[in-house]
């Protein structure tokens, strides 16, 4: 009934439109007016979240080839990342918005989006979600076996991830456990086993993902509020900035240990230092009330994540030469 009511009382002009989605992005501008709801559904107009699952990956990928000496991580590995990435952050996003189909036409953000607004069925979405959990399934099983257990692992925070925010302030908590899980495979994919360095990136990933989404959920504190959904952003409130900072020095932390317990040099650290000051000035700016500025915000972290990825990458090359 939610799903009947949002979609009837949306203008015809309102149906196709995200809030969050950027203006002439790619989806708009060159798919085909047919396929243009599915690519909605997985998010393909908002490239930002599959960055934050894909960078974990490279970073783990990068610093095992710094710890043994490679000059580079395999470059079929990161290919490899970058197209599950894709296909699995698509694919949490279609399962999500069947879960929450009934929350997200009571939120204004979310209203829009292809299954309350009636441009997507149920059924399709199902179908679509198969279809590109397909494509994950024959990424994964390009690694080794270790790595494809592992990757399979995965599996059980992202079906538990949607339900979350219906039973605790702590649902960020859960994106980080699924979100991160990269920093394991990376690592796994290039050595084929298990160190103190994945581990504590991973740690390190999942209080990154903490920080960044409770940024995102300042969007919708207020109808999250009404409907009674819980998330960080709720719990914090007027010290959401003081909370995030608190998350962002703990993965700084975790991530510098990471890269101690791996070997990096100098370049790596000065990468994290100009990344911790990043996150710093991101904390710093947080309006508890200021929607605009959270999206924004919570976009900058593929500049962080890049940032690392960049200088573990030179200083494994240039330790290498």
Known sequence: MAQEYQAESLLPSQ????????????VDGHLPEAMRPLARLARWDRPIGWWLLLLPCWWSSALAADSIG????????????????????????TYNDIVDR??????ARTRARPIPSGQVTVATAALFLLAQLVVGLVVLLQFNEFTVWLGLGSLVFVALYPFLKRITYWPQVGLGLAFSWG???G?????????????????????????????????????DGLIGVRSTARLFGKRIGLAVGLFYAGAVILFATSFAAAGADWLAFAAISLGAAHLARQASRIKEANSARALTLFHSNRTFGLILFAGILF???????
């Open 183 to 185: 920093a394991l495979l």
């Open 102 to 107: 009934d929350l997200d036409a009571s939120v």
């Open 70 to 93: 490679d000059n580079l991580p395999n470059i079929s590995t990161l290919v490899l990342f970058l197209i599950g990435a894709v296909a699995m952050r698509g694919a949490g996003c």
């Open 187 to 223: 690592w796994t994919a290039e050595t084929g086993s298990f160190a103190a360095a994945p581990l504590l990136l991973y740690a390190g990933g999942v209080f990154w993902t903490i920080g960044y989404d409770t940024i995102y959920a300042i969007q919708d504190i207020e109808d």
């Open 15 to 26: 149906r196709h439109q995200i809030p969050d989605a950027p203006d002439g992005n790619w």
């Open 315 to 321: 200083d494994s090359v240039i330790t290498a030469s």
